[in-house]
């Protein structure tokens, strides 16, 4: 194996501003019970569920969840492998997608699906939350060989990791992940597609489901969102009823988020 990617997802994955961020606004709304859809290997779904609420997380990788389950605390937490129909009716006043997990609904029926399923898990007023990579920083430039490499030590030894963007076409972006065992020369990659959605968009697709969005950020700091940001953070209210709706079922073919 090059590289078992839901063992090394923590250690690609450092920076923890984001969890912090989602973490705090939970506090500060006063959540109770929370949902974490494309939970992974749950590091956020833990940290909500620290504080004493509720907390489950959804993925549709069993080796994410596998990852997940061994963690510390997750025994508190009700993990469930699935979609976002996996969410029960009126479960939860809290939802999240972190790790960009927007961005892996790639075609827009799928991504309206997780919205009126996420609408219908949440009770009226309840929050949803999420970022997408800002299509305007051009993120997928920065994903080069050079920029991104890492040499991971692993128990099959060191694998060197990287990405490079393979097309664009927007709102979608192609991009490879390569991984090279350098003990044993074996090399693996694989080829992933986001969708680099923008903040209009997101907005209207948010509208469409039965949300407003209440607050806008360009970055975990809470700066105001302008044109150029690099993420784009927003903060929406289940504002309406509507009809559950099926999950697609589709999934995303996703092995890794950038890490840059
Ligand atoms: C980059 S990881 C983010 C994990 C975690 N939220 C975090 O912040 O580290 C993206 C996750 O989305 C999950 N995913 C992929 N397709 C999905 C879908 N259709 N619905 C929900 N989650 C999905 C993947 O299995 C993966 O665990």
Not at 36 to 46: H, K, Q, S, V, Y
Not at 49 to 72: K, N, T, Y
Not at 166 to 180: E, G, M, Q
Request: proline share 5%; charged share 25%; net charge negative.
């Amino acid at each position: 194996m090059a590289l078992d990617f839901a063992a090394a997802y923590d250690e690609l994955n450092p920076d923890d501003d984001d969890y912090r961020f989602y973490a705090a606004l939970a506090d500060e709304l006063e959540a109770t019970r929370v949902i974490d859809l494309g939970c992974g290997t749950g590091t956020l779904t833990r940290l909500l569920a620290s504080r004493g609420r509720a907390a489950v997380g959804i993925d549709p990788d069993p080796e994410m969840l596998r990852v997940a389950r061994q963690r510390s605390g997750a025994a508190d937490i009700d993990w469930r492998l699935g979609f976002s129909d996996r969410a029960d009716t009126n479960s939860a006043d809290f939802a999240v997608m972190s790790g960009h997990v927007a961005q892996v609904f790639r075609e827009d029926d799928t991504w309206s699906l997780a919205l009126q399923n996420l609408h219908r898990a949440l009770v009226p007023d309840g929050t949803l939350t999420f970022e997408s990579r800002n299509p305007a920083a051009r993120a997928w430039e920065q994903w080069t060989r050079q920029a991104t490499l890492r040499t991971l030590d692993t128990p099959e030894g060191h694998v060197e990791f990287w990405h490079e963007t393979a097309w664009v076409s927007l709102p979608l972006v192609a991009y490879d992940t390569f991984t090279r065992n350098l003990r044993t020369g074996e090399e693996a990659s694989n080829r992933d597609v986001l969708a680099f959605r923008d903040a209009p968009s997101l907005v209207l697709s948010l509208e469409k489901a039965g949300f407003s969005v209440s607050r806008q950020y360009g970055d975990w700091q809470r700066t105001p969102l302008v044109p150029d940001s690099r993420e784009i953070i927003l903060v929406a209210k289940r504002h309406a009823f509507r009809q559950p709706a099926a999950d697609s079922r589709k999934r995303s073919g996703y092995p890794a988020n950038p890490v840059i």
